[in-house]
């Protein structure tokens, strides 16, 4: 039990912290423009956007730690690829999908989202991989 917590700790804020970047990197245009024309609390804004990756990071570090062993690759960087891979068509496929039959004036939003999604979500597998193959054995 103590592994497997060790294992979700580590993995959920390594991917948290990557997926906070990529997404940083790719959508702060987008959440800027969203500050400016709203009125909102930023401070509580931005603080709600690194709870939720956390949270974020969490779940699929739990989630990577249950599927792991069914995962058909080699090593923990193929490993982390292919489960970023398929949490990347399990949440943002879908979701892109939805959003551009529903809103397809704002449908840019939604293809921004579904790029950035398709760096982060691999990119996190892979470093949460590694970083549990080295850290939580």
Partial sequence: MLKLCSKVIIGGIIAAFVITIIE???KSAGVVAYISNTIIDVKGFLLSILYYKLALGLTLALVYSAVEGGL???DALSKGLLFG???WM???FPAFILGVIDRPQISFLFEVQFISAFATYPLAG?????A???YAK
């Fill in 24 to 26: 940083g990197l790719t």
């Fill in 72 to 74: 058909n690759a080699k």
């Fill in 85 to 87: 891979f398929l949490v």
């Fill in 90 to 92: 399990l949440i943002s």
């Fill in 126 to 130: 892979a470093a949460m991989a590694k």
């Fill in 132 to 134: 549990l193959e080295r």
